[in-house]
């Protein structure tokens, strides 16, 4: 699915079963609740913090993919083209950081 499709398919869903969107604040407080449920199965599984009977079933796929949902509601809603504007981002972060990457010894 491109990313273009994914706008089409969410935009399609949100009319079909979710009524309308919910407003671009609402959506917000949703996209940092579903990003915190993201940083809550990495501090688990990758970092130090242990697993609570309430993470079972978690899965980082699925947060994650609730993350893009959000983030192609809120693209949608405001009229951004997030083929164009991923585009036009990697462009400027390769004229911008082409080198900069390539010279941190910490990289290394």
Same mark, same amino acid.
């Given at each position: 699915?491109?990313i273009?499709?994914?706008?089409a398919t969410? *935009?399609?869903?949100?009319k079909?079963?979710? &009524?309308?969107?919910?407003?671009?604040l609402?959506?917000?407080?949703? !996209? %940092? =609740?579903?990003?915190?449920?993201?940083?809550?199965?990495?501090?688990?599984?990758?970092?130090?913090?242990s697993?609570?009977?309430s993470?079972e079933?978690k899965?980082?796929? *699925?947060?994650?993919?609730?993350v893009?949902? &959000?983030?192609?509601?809120?693209?949608?809603?405001?009229?951004?083209? !997030? %083929? =164009?504007?991923?585009?036009?981002?990697l462009?400027?972060?390769?004229?911008?950081?082409?080198?900069?990457?390539?010279?941190?010894?910490?990289?290394?």
């Amino acid at each position: 699915m491109t990313i273009a499709e994914a706008q089409a398919t969410v *935009d399609k869903w949100i009319k079909e079963n979710g &009524v309308r969107y919910f407003n671009e604040l609402t959506n917000m407080a949703i !996209l %940092t =609740e579903e990003v915190g449920e993201v940083a809550r199965i990495i501090s688990r599984q990758y970092g130090e913090q242990s697993f609570k009977k309430s993470d079972e079933g978690k899965e980082l796929g *699925d947060e994650l993919a609730d993350v893009l949902f &959000v983030l192609i509601c809120l693209a949608n809603q405001t009229g951004i083209d !997030l %083929t =164009e504007a991923m585009r036009q981002n990697l462009e400027k972060k390769t004229s911008r950081d082409s080198d900069r990457h390539k010279q941190n010894r910490k990289l290394s």
